[in-house]
């Protein structure tokens, strides 16, 4: 069981990064049962990601709310609450990965299902947000279906949401638009606490694209090392081949660290693990927020040279994706600290 501190590396608007430190905490476990006993918070879970839900309840010594889940013949999804929460805190976890359309529905269904018995307040926890891509019109028509959730979550009932390393940073204005409050967590220090420990001699890491330039710059600077950045452009002749225009930096003989928010398919960056293999790269490395591993994902980095791949539990690994290259960090403590911050904050 983890006691929780809070080292806030970060902090602009509701955006925030948050860091468990170990082996030591500021926050003894019974601190963390005097609030949770006071404020009797409701836990409750959808299908979508049930081994992080247990986690995070574990972490604030509760249990999982029940609920039932069921399928009627022509597959319309029946969601019941059968814990009280009148006048209760609700936490409602789901991420809403594939199939998202499914993982929505059930946590609209489980948001109105609380609001419905008397819920005081409803939070939705959503690691993972699905639509996430969709934030801006690409063609006349389009909408912008990220906006369209929002509003949908706040017809469901849910005031506040924890999210967790959004596509883009500006789309938080959804939420606000929508009147829910909105909190961001950050991965950055739990992926860096990993990297610090395995103690990395002659370490660089790269940037595969402009537009993760930023974010990788963050971690070179955070991991005292090198960064190095590729100019590329994506093939028009073969999907997910990508042509490299030239580096700025030197991987030869290096270990590499390459950063991305998401693993989807895996193409762009196996591309790209092989171009830094024949420019003389070492071991090569790569950490991303959400292992979204949509087929075929996890054969390509199988294959690749990639020695190890790091992810977190913002989306379930299934069994049949688990290869002993992908490495799994638990971000539930996180989840768990602003919890566990906010309700403290409520009995000041």
Known sequence: MYAITTSARMQHGNRGCFFIPEPYY??????ILIVMNTHKPIILTGTANKPFARKLAKHLGLSLGRTEFARFSDEEIRVIVWEDVKDKDVYIVQPTSAPANERIMELLLMAHAAKELGARSITAIIPFFGYRRQEKQKAPGETLAFE???????TAGVSRTLVMDLHKEHTLRFFEQADIDVYELCAFDVIINHFQQKRLKNFVVVAPD??????SARYAEALHVPLVRIYKHRSMRKKDEVVVDGFEGDVQGKNVLIIDDEINTGGTLVGAAHILKEKGARNMYVAATHG???SPAVKRLQNSPIQEVVITDT????????IKKIHVLSVAPLFAEYIYKYLEKKLK
């Open 315 to 322: 989306i379930e690994l299934p069994k049949e994706k688990q």
């Open 292 to 294: 979204i591993l949509s």
């Open 26 to 31: 500021t926050y003894s476990y019974s601190n």
């Open 210 to 215: 402009e537009g993760s330039v930023p974010e």
């Open 148 to 154: 369209l959730v929002t509003h949908l979550l706040k």
